[in-house]
């Protein structure tokens, strides 16, 4: 909530002219949620500190933001008005536009010079902790100090914060210092407290220039300037990067999304393999397989359900069967379902197809998905994959004993799938067999698994 | 004789039929309708052609508006309701529609026939302006109906009435709706329904005995029956009734026969037909039939009986209705059970049902056709009792249930008491028969067949837009965006249905407090009661955890036999929102099993008769399950607030030194540190490290249910005494509430109250809660609030924020609105004592699935978090 601004060069109450604000007033201005003040602690001829103090108004940052319906109670009890955030960029561009914009109408030889400049910020959060911190500021020449804090001294298990006391100390025009606080300051919380368009690329192109391009950490500056918001970020490199930048990022993108899309492609591939022409996708999520199964005519009947109505939108949005021809849009079907609910429209399918759903179900409420699949539903053909936790020691960056997906409820060895799948099928009358997915570890199988079932 | 004299005055048609009105185009169909139906039974072509295309007279669009003739004929049926057709219908094909359309929703067919002179018909076409069709028409429409006026019988009516003039029409005074013979709805009971006897005399004769019948064995007659007292006070004669199959394979088939035919001519009891009374029927009646399946025996008995008795078996037998509709229609006793949809109708296919039930077409390994259970699917609302089957046990299924315990196979007679719903069996004598399929064949499961249906529900009983009655208040629509979310939440986090009955409300905190500093106050709690006129309230601490349901069963069978849960231990510890409370299963069943021993030490399923218990409670610490919330949201804010705001203390504090005019800034900042200070105080308060069980504390405050029955009738001093004796058997994990019962209006008390909420508060307390003395109360409007929260001023602070208290941002948080969430509170409560209802009342589990669902859903409601 606190940014100070403490220069020695000598006389150092030029930073009053700098700022454009009097040493000995205090000054106030309007923000979208309350106000800033600007005051100095300190300004002699040897040492002078202008300090920006965010005055957040809490009550009227929710009322703000009512309009949504997210009524979760982390909206009302929340650390906005403590720290620095975009709350402080605004705060920058509003209190300092003067100095930003580099215009000094009483001492303009001061704009370019290169000042030897004390930051502090209290507190900055920072997404990712202080590797990333540094990672920002000091490709730049910044010198940088910083103190963390535990959650709760009391509670030391809870383990730090993510809040930091940075101190910067770099020589540098104050106009670049302060574009680069304003562009890093949010960059370091990864949140914006409004909507970010196509304007806020504007901004990041304004106030990036002379820096950002030849920053190491540009693309995650931009990406994160930009809320994660992917056509926004892939704007915005395409304006930053260099030529021979490009093809790397795309490429690792590439071989993430590999191993999904050969899961979808193994299922449909097993399923025209089957002579299937009606599917019912169990779990469809945003319809990839779907979009998948719409490829290929020999499927004549097309049906998903997921449990979340908010994946089934995002999949409605991108197959658009409302706009579909008549003939195609015929083929294809999305619904809202469980798979612990018996549910009459599930049935008369040749195949059942759910790929990687199970584990995203308690264990005891598994009986419940057995009966609705294999016992009402009942398709000639049933396909089921899961993850293969025995191939989870080849991700590094996941930890011993934890789950790839934090809304995993389990995962399963093949020997556990196999004896789930070994009873089911014995259970309701199907024979199965086992495949692994994805490439495949001599020892540890395949990164994924899949049983196919038949009657 | 199908064509009626000429001269009617009156006619009489059943009360539930299809109408078709016969007539070429003039014959006066439309006013002869508007003079004897209501307009809304009347459906026209005519009208229904107007509707798609502007114009009533468009032959054009025949075929489309026949389908929205048929469509609306189809609803009004679905619902049981008469409708007349009004079209020309003079083709054998057109009426051929509307008789199957009849059968499909078993109504009874009715022909009226306008048979009028070719004259007649023209001069009316010729007054009117829009019949400009050709003069050839007429004639060629009377053709075709007096060609088929002779075979309307054959088409399937069961009623043809033809009036040839308009004096004939003029004639005509009324058209009387006679019920149906299976309708009695006014007969209340209480009856006392009565398995498949099949000429088991002597036990029939015990098991009427039993029920406290007499009966003079010799002459088989009934001399006296029993008497009950029903809710209203009035004391009324109980009345047998026979599911049927009163005779074969049994050794005492007409003494049986002249029994029950005595006591239903006499009015003392009722009968409906088994299969093979109506085959004992046919044989009667000169069919050729086998002798068969018992027959034989029966025939046998009949040798010696004289003419005029077998005469009256013909008469009683081809007399039975084949099924009662009885008291409101809130009970059906038919012979093989009945569907919904064919309950209180008539026709051969309802006649079947209720005689042989439904088979699935295949055979089984013992060369008997599979019968497709019609009870599985069963949601009617009244309960259907039936024979037909042998059942090792007679027991519910959807509110249906099988009596034929199999007595002629060697296992007993079973009658079931009504409204009481108590079984009475009498063990057979001796085995008299052997069953071409085993009794029970199929039952391999521990579980009843409910308990294996209610595996996995029917997600249409939950989707939509749902409407619940409740006992406690008004009905409760659940609209159809909140079970979308239920739905969700329900299917990825909730526990086995089987165990969730019941999720608590939310509460409501009292009105706000225009007290300086305050948000909330008792004063508000206590005036709110006052004013609903409510004189005795208790005053509960509340105590600062999460909300928990708690079902502990005595030991694993119970879990079994009573919830149908099989292998998930004897008791779950579930979240407001059916999530379970811990992660660890392990964890679960050891709280479970501690819980347990403290019911057992403590004399608990003695004294209450149960063994099991649905216990309403909070669970600390708070820091147990809020461990995300505090980490990310509490304990963040509270570093990032006390570790910045010391740094601009501290510039401030420079700048004033330096004469700089920030002594505002200075006093406001300092006093936002003093804030952040309380604020972190306040969560502590709230959190302690859990390592193991003994670090939990687990304070219910309601018995919910037992066996049989929920505690919603006794008061809340009740209930806290009660569970201050459970508390006795473990102190360690178990906590007794504190509480104080304040009678309101009487300013000592509430002085009281109050000054023991400062007393609570201030030691760092979250506060109390004030409810009424009884469980469920209620005023002239309705339902009172359960229970509303007054929250302390520094608890307050972890909800409204460390500031919330500063005067500037209080006067503004003293607009909060409470009206969404009062409502919110009285419809969870409401249907939360309904599922629990039910739940003890052993209903369906869909029927109580979808109170908690309900609720589950209403909590998708946007309201404000805070309150």
């Known amino acids: 909530m606190l940014l100070t601004i403490t220069t020695k060069r000598y006389p150092a109450t030029d930073l009053g002219y700098l700022l454009h604000k009097h040493p000995a007033k205090v000054q106030t201005v309007a923000l979208t949620a309350g106000s800033a003040h600007i005051f100095y602690p300190e300004a002699t001829d040897q040492s002078c500190t202008a300090a920006l103090l965010l005055d957040v108004d809490p009550v009227r940052l929710v009322r703000g933001n009512g309009k949504g319906h997210d009524f979760a109670l982390e909206q009302y009890v929340n650390d906005r008005p403590y720290v620095a955030s975009s709350f402080m960029s605004n705060a920058i561009s509003q209190a300092y536009s003067t100095a930003m914009n580099g215009r000094c109408k009483d001492k303009p030889h001061l704009v370019d010079e290169a000042i030897p400049f004390e930051i502090v910020l209290s507190v900055l959060p920072v997404k990712g902790g202080e590797p990333l911190l540094r990672q920002f500021f000091e490709p730049l020449g910044y010198e940088v100090a910083v103190q963390s804090y535990a959650l709760d001294e009391q509670y030391p298990e809870w383990g730090l914060s993510r809040y930091f006391h940075v101190t910067l100390r770099h020589t540098l025009p104050l106009k670049t210092i302060l574009r680069q606080l304003y562009i890093l300051i949010p960059v370091c919380d990864n949140d914006k407290h409004y909507f970010v368009g196509d304007h806020e690329i504007e901004k990041l192109m304004e106030k990036g220039a002379g820096w950002l391009d030849t920053h190491p950490a540009k693309e995650l500056i931009t990406r994160r300037y930009l809320r994660n918001i992917a056509p926004l970020a892939k704007q915005a490199l395409a304006l930053i990067m260099k030529e021979e930048d490009l093809p790397v990022a795309e490429k690792e993108s590439k071989e993430k999304v590999r191993l999904h899309d050969l899961r979808l492609l193994t299922v449909r591939d097993i399923l025209l393999e089957e002579k299937i022409s009606t599917v019912v996708d169990l779990g469809c999520g945003e319809g990839k397989l779907l979009r998948l199964l719409m490829e290929k005519a020999a499927f004549k009947k097309i049906l998903g359900m997921d449990v979340s109505y908010h994946a089934l939108e995002i999949a409605r949005d991108k197959l658009k069967p409302d706009r579909l021809p008549e003939m195609q849009r015929n083929r294809i079907q999305l619904i809202h379902g469980s798979l612990t609910y018996r549910d009459k429209r599930l049935a008369g399918f040749e195949a059942g197809v759910l790929v990687e759903v199970i584990e995203h179900l308690d264990e005891p409420r598994l009986a419940a998905l057995e009966k609705v699949v294999f016992e009402y539903a009942r398709p000639q053909t049933v396909i089921i994959t899961t993850v293969n936790a025995e191939y989870n020691v080849r991700y590094e960056k996941l930890t011993a004993g934890t789950f790839r997906h934090s809304d995993h409820r389990f995962e399963w060895t093949r020997a556990e799938f196999t004896a789930w799948g070994n009873r089911v099928a014995e259970q309701f009358g199907y024979i199965v067999t086992y495949q692994p997915l994805g490439e495949t570890d001599e020892l540890l199988g395949g990164p994924s698994q899949l049983a196919l079932f038949k009657r | ?867």
């Not at chain 2, 229609?329 to 049902?353: C, N």
């Not at chain 2, 208040?473 to 609209?479: D, F, N, V, W, Y």
């Not at chain 2, 941002?809 to 004592?833: D, V």
């Open chain 2, 1 to 867: 004789m199908s064509r009626r004299n000429r001269k009617l005055s009156h006619i009489s048609i059943p009360e539930l039929s299809l109408v078709m009105l016969i007539g070429p185009s003039g014959a006066g169909k439309s006013t002869f309708a508007r003079q004897f139906f209501k307009p809304t039974e009347i459906i026209s072509s005519d009208v229904c052609r107007g509707l798609i295309s502007d114009d009533e007279n468009n032959q054009a669009v025949s075929a489309d508006a026949f389908e929205v003739v048929r469509f609306i004929a189809a609803k009004r049926l679905k619902l049981g309701l008469l409708t007349v057709i009004d079209a020309t219908n003079v083709q054998p094909e057109s009426r051929k529609e509307w008789i199957k359309l009849a059968r499909e929703y078993h109504v009874l067919p009715v022909a009226i026939v306008l048979n009028m002179a070719e004259k007649v018909c023209q001069e009316r076409n010729t007054l009117r302006a829009d019949r400009n069709f050709g003069s050839h028409v007429i004639p060629q429409q009377i053709a075709q109906l007096r060609r088929g006026i002779r075979y309307l019988r054959e088409e399937g009516f069961r009623h043809v009435f033809e009036l040839h003039s308009p004096e004939d029409v003029a004639q005509l005074e009324t058209i009387t709706r006679t019920p149906l013979y299976n309708n009695k709805k006014d007969e209340h009971g209480p009856f006392d329904i009565i398995g498949d006897v099949h000429g088991c005399y002597d036990e029939l004769c015990t098991l009427l005995d039993t029920l406290g019948y007499q009966v003079d064995k010799e002459k088989a007659t009934l001399i006296s029956a029993p008497v009950t007292t029903n809710a209203e006070g009035y004391t009324r004669f109980r009345k047998p009734v026979f599911v049927g199959d009163l005779v074969d394979r049994g050794p005492k088939s007409p003494q049986v026969l002249r029994l029950v035919m005595n006591m239903v001519g006499n009015g003392l009891a009722l009968c409906v037909p088994g299969n093979h009374d109506a085959k004992l029927l046919r044989y009667l009646n000169g069919k050729n039939v086998q002798l068969r399946h018992g027959l034989e025996q029966t025939v046998a008995q009949l040798a010696g009986e004289t003419p005029e008795f077998l005469e009256s078996v013909k008469l009683f037998l081809d007399g039975l209705v084949s099924h009662y509709v009885l008291d409101d229609g809130k009970l059906v006793v038919a012979h093989a059970g009945l569907k919904e949809s064919m309950q209180g109708r008539g026709s051969g296919g309802v006649r079947e049902f209720c005689m042989y039930g439904e088979t699935t077409g295949e055979t089984d390994e013992f060369g008997l056709p599979v019968r497709y259970n019609w009870a599985l699917e069963y949601k009617g609302k009244a309960m259907v009792v039936y024979g037909h089957t042998p059942v090792p046990e007679a027991t519910w299924l959807n509110n249906t249930i099988d009596i034929d315990t199999g007595c002629v196979f060697g296992a007993s007679l079973t009658a079931l008491r009504y409204p009481e719903r108590a079984l009475v069996s009498v063990p057979a004598l001796e085995q008299y028969a052997v069953p071409a399929r085993p009794i029970g064949y199929n039952a391999a499961s521990v579980l009843s067949i409910q308990q294996q249906y209610d595996h996995v529900l029917d997600i249409e009983d939950f989707t939509g837009r749902q409407r619940l009655e409740t006992r406690y208040g008004h009905p409760i629509t659940i609209r159809e965006e909140n079970s979308i979310a239920a739905l969700e939440v329900m299917s990825r986090f909730a526990i086995n249905p089987k165990w969730l009955i019941y999720l608590p409300p939310t509460m409501s905190p009292a009105e706000t407090s225009q007290a300086a500093g305050m948000l909330e106050h008792p004063a508000e709690g206590l005036q709110y009661f006052r004013e609903t006129g409510i004189t005795k309230v208790i005053c509960e601490e509340k105590h600062m955890g999460s909300r928990a349901v708690v079902i502990v069963c005595k030991d694993e069978s119970v879990a079994v036999n009573r919830f149908g849960v099989e292998g998930e231990g004897n008791g779950v510890v579930y979240t407001r929102t059916g999530r379970p409370f811990f992660t660890e299963k392990e964890m679960e069943q050891v709280f479970i099993s501690r819980i347990n021993n403290a019911l057992i030490s403590t004399g608990f399923y003695d004294t209450f008769e149960t063994d099991w218990v649905c216990l309403d409670a909070e669970l600390m610490p708070w820091s147990a399950k809020a461990q995300a919330l505090l980490q990310n949201q509490y304990a963040a804010v509270g570093t990032a607030a006390s570790q910045a705001l010391p740094v601009v203390v501290d510039a401030l504090q420079q700048a004033v030194k330096h004469n700089v005019p920030a002594e505002a800034l200075l006093e406001k900042y300092t006093r936002r540190l003093e804030q952040a200070g309380n604020y972190v105080k306040a969560y502590r308060q709230y959190c302690w490290p859990v390592n193991s069980l003994d670090d939990y504390k687990l304070a219910p405050f309601h018995i919910m249910a037992t066996e049989g029955r929920t505690y919603f009738d006794k008061d809340h001093e009740w209930h806290m005494s009660a569970i201050k004796n459970i508390c006795a058997g473990d102190e360690q994990l178990l906590l007794a509430t504190p509480y104080l019962i304040v009678e309101t209006g009487n300013e000592a008390s509430e002085k009281e109250a109050i000054s023991w909420w400062e007393r609570l508060t201030a030691a760092g307390g979250e506060g109390m809660v004030i409810k009424p003395f009884h469980f469920v109360s209620k005023d002239e409007k309705g339902l009172v609030q359960p229970a509303v929260k007054i929250r302390g001023k520094e608890y307050l602070r972890i909800i409204y924020g460390p500031e919330y208290d500063a005067p500037e941002n209080l006067e503004r948080l003293r607009g909060r609105k409470l009206s969404g969430k009062r409502s919110l509170a009285l419809r969870e409560f409401s249907l939360g004592l309904e599922g629990l209802e039910r739940f003890v009342n052993k209903a369906p589990l869909q029927l109580v699935h979808q109170c908690v669902f309900g609720i589950l859903a209403l909590e998708s409601e946007p309201v404000d978090p805070r309150l």
